[in-house]
Structure formats: structure tokens, C-alpha cells
Nanobody, 124 residues
Framework: QVQLVESGGGLVKPGGSLSLSCGAS????????IGWFRQAPGKVREGVAC???????WYYDSAKGRFTIARDNRKNTVYLQMNRLKPEDTAVYYC??????????????????RGQGTLVTVSS
């Protein structure tokens, strides 16, 4: 059974940084693409970043130039470093993975398994 557990959300001021972590279990992480999407209240799901099983990152427009995704297969963990945060980054961030869905433009729409989410609030 796939289990994904996010941590690291919280309140941060505009321009600040935050690091999210996602612990994965129940599947072979090194054989799966994994990533993050977010959803703000009243808005549709939005892709943030994805990293392939071969360690290639894919960034959606919301994250380009500000966020960095990384994975550590030995620790079964994927990370999201978020810098220069903006109020519009406020959302619940979800870690998601699916061994049959590859990183790409619509990864976040197709991926099935996700964690419970962690809230990121960017506000002064």
C-alpha cells in the first residue's frame, strides 16, 4: 500500500523560504516518478514539481526559478525547497507518486496516490 507523508509546511513571510519533505513507503521509490502539486481554496489543482526515477526534475511554471525538487532513494524521501515565496504560493501542498505516470505536463492530473497534504501560508 502506497503511503506518502508530508511535513514542513507552515507560515512564512513573503520572500522567505520553506522546505517540505515527503516520506514514502509501500512501493519501490527508485522505480517511480514522484513530485508535488498544490491546491489553494477554491482553485484547481496545480503542478509544482516532479522528479523522475532517473533523477531528472520537471518544474511547472509556478515553481520555475524558485523551487528545487530532490530525492533521496536511500531515505525514501523527496524534498521541495521553496525560495522567494509569494502570497500566491499559499496552498495545501501534496506529495504524489504513481509508478505508471511519468513526469510531464499533465503528471499532476493523472497521478493517483498522494499524501494528506501540508499547508503552506505565505503572509506578512
Amino acid at each position: 500500500q502506497v503511503q506518502l507523508v508530508e511535513s514542513g509546511g507552515g507560515l512564512v513571510k513573503p520572500g522567505g523560504s520553506l522546505s517540505l519533505s515527503c516520506g514514502a513507503s509501500g512501493f519501490t521509490l527508485d522505480q517511480s516518478d514522484i513530485g508535488w502539486f498544490r491546491q489553494a481554496p477554491g482553485k484547481v489543482r496545480e503542478g509544482v514539481a516532479c522528479i523522475s526515477s532517473s533523477d531528472s526534475p520537471w518544474y511547472y511554471d509556478s515553481a520555475k526559478g524558485r523551487f528545487t525538487i530532490a530525492r533521496d532513494n536511500r531515505k525514501n524521501t523527496v524534498y521541495l525547497q521553496m525560495n522567494r515565496l509569494k502570497p500566491e504560493d499559499t496552498a495545501v501542498y501534496y506529495c504524489a507518486a504513481d509508478p505508471y505516470v511519468s513526469c510531464g505536463s499533465n503528471w499532476f492530473e493523472l497521478v493517483v496516490s498522494r499524501g494528506q497534504g501540508t499547508l503552506v501560508t505565505v503572509s506578512s
